[in-house]
């Protein structure tokens, strides 16, 4: 799918429509809230479940993030499921979500709640024994045994928002793409979003370039970058080989609070790939 997430050319998965707005069409890595005075940077993109590093690295990278789930729910997505280190290598965990495409994602219903004492099990099974398990124990366990989830979306939003604020320390804005009227189809209902959220640069992941057609946002004064995934280090990974493209929570585990060097910080000692091929504004 072409909004969606895929891990097609591993071991960098990609990211679909979400987006960040910058001055150049330029892959970059980006200093978050170093914006010159009035510019706003955005993401736009489609809830998912324990994502992966790069979604979280989208969200630092930006003013204000902005779930985009009041578009088709699409099976067999990350919306509803994601991959963890297993002992015999990549595991799905899934959440029962039905077939129905003709849904919006904000209107998935989670009727059966057994996948939540399914998936606990299975990471406290492949993760129970990493050396950081125990400092995210007492929140994971209350997420999947304490709470009936019944919203595909609020369960998406509440753990990304967690992660990302009391885990990360990511502190930009987050907003819900239903809180605005936007109209027309695909790309233009992108860019109406984009406009009246007031943003003037948005970041988009680069799986997006099928699709995104640049002139269409410098005809609307918007600035469009494209995030880099490249050169992530590699982190002491249970069950080799090392594998990128699983959840955040792999990286949480084997690393705690030190896990923003691996998405983000190493950055700051290694020259930026926009330092070469940003083109001129």
Not at 92 to 103: F, M
Not at 115 to 123: D, N
Not at 150 to 160: M, P, Q
Request: aromatic share 12%; proline share 6%.
């Amino acid at each position: 799918m072409r909004d969606a997430v895929g891990w097609a050319n591993q071991p960098i998965p990609k990211l679909g429509l979400g987006s960040v707005l910058s001055v150049d069409c330029a892959e970059a890595h980006l200093t978050p809230h170093n914006s010159a005075r009035g510019a706003r940077r955005i993401a736009i993109l489609q809830s998912n479940y324990i994502p992966w590093k790069g979604y979280f690295d989208i969200i630092h990278d930006v003013d204000l993030f902005i779930f985009y789930d009041d578009v088709q729910f699409t099976k067999s997505d990350w919306r509803n499921r994601n991959r963890i280190k297993a002992t015999n290598g990549p595991e799905w965990l899934t959440i029962p979500a039905g077939e129905d495409c003709s849904r919006l994602i904000c209107e998935v219903e989670l009727k059966d709640t057994s996948w939540q004492a399914k998936h606990w099990r299975t990471l406290q099974q492949n993760y129970g024994k990493c050396p950081h398990f125990s400092l995210y124990k007492s929140y994971f366990e209350d997420v999947y045994l304490g709470r009936r989830w019944t919203k595909l979306s609020e369960l998406n939003h509440s753990l990304i928002r967690h992660i990302s604020r009391e885990f990360l320390g990511i502190r930009t804005e987050f907003a819900d793409s239903r809180s605005w009227r936007v109209s027309g189809q695909k790309l233009d209902r992108l860019l109406d979003l984009v406009k009246q959220s007031g943003a003037t640069h948005y970041l988009s992941g680069p799986a997006a370039k099928d699709y995104i057609e640049p002139d269409r946002f410098a005809q609307a004064g918007i600035a469009l970058e494209w995030k880099s995934y490249a050169g992530y280090p590699e982190y002491l990974q249970r069950y080799p080989p090392f594998e990128h493209g699983v959840s955040i929570l792999d990286l949480l585990f084997n690393t705690g609070p030190d896990a923003p060097a691996y998405i983000w910080g190493w950055r700051q000692d290694a020259p930026s790939p926009a330092d070469s091929t940003r083109l001129a504004g």
